[in-house]
């Protein structure tokens, strides 16, 4: 294994760099997605609902690769795109829903009351959403998040079977050049584990910051909060 690492250090460098980049470019367009699709879901507006419904139940009723392949396929025979950038609009894309979902339950979460209370005082809907609901909805959503995160980042190694040069990418490369798989597999084995407990610790520290342990607190000092917001507005 030592052998790996000296012959091919710089290279899983240079992979983990591309890795890296993709996980965040393209859970970026995942939050973008799944923020939409969580306001439709909680729009009771029956044609959004539905939309997202469909769209929802057709990305987590088919495995990741099928809709890597074919979304890959499609958006390749339609515009002109780089590996990169198709790969991560797809991941992106799928990622998309089960962060709508998180999102959805994360502001449903919120006692009803902290809106009617922001409605009574005067404030308008949007407002009291961006003002009120969804700052607490995001505390909540924090775990969860950092759980999909840490899942996008191995889902990226399917990548590979469309020539992304990420990690496991050049690990198939490299197990080619040298007969050694195991070792190989390893080696990028230990690489995945590094990037995850970098992401693991990034975002506990996001939570203690956030103090998202306790932001579940009685109705009654919630209301308050949710007054003196207003009251600022």
Do not use: C, W
């Not at 799928?94 to 009574?120: K, L, N, T, V, W």
């Not at 990418?169 to 995850?196: C, D, K, R, W």
């Amino acid at each position: 294994m030592a052998s790996i690492f000296q012959s091919h250090g710089i290279e899983f460098l240079k992979a983990t760099s591309i890795t890296i980049e993709l996980t965040v470019v393209s859970l970026m367009i995942a939050m973008v997605i799944g923020m939409i699709f969580a306001f439709f879901k909680v729009s009771n507006i029956t044609i959004l609902e539905k939309l997202a419904d469909v769209y929802i139940f057709l990305v987590r009723g088919m495995p990741l690769i099928v809709q890597l392949m074919f979304l890959y396929y499609g958006i390749s025979s339609v515009f002109v795109l780089s590996d990169f950038t198709a790969g991560a609009l797809a991941l992106g894309i799928h990622s998309g829903a089960y962060i709508a979902e998180i999102f959805r339950g994360a502001i449903q979460s919120i006692d009803r009351g902290q809106m009617e209370a922001a409605r009574s005082l005067g404030m308008p809907y949007s407002l009291s959403m961006r003002r009120i609901i969804l700052p607490q909805a995001f505390k909540r959503a924090i775990p969860s998040l950092g759980n999909q995160f840490i899942i996008g980042l191995k889902d990226s190694s399917l990548v590979a079977y469309i020539a992304v040069t990420e990690l496991f990418n050049h690990a198939l490369s490299a197990q080619a050049e040298n007969y050694m798989p195991f070792e190989t597999y390893f080696v990028v084995g230990i690489y995945y584990l590094i990037l995850v407990l970098i992401f693991t610790l990034i975002f506990n520290k996001i939570e203690k910051k956030l103090d998202v342990g306790k932001s579940k607190n009685k109705g009654g000092k919630r209301f308050d909060q949710s007054k003196k917001l207003v009251q600022r507005v």
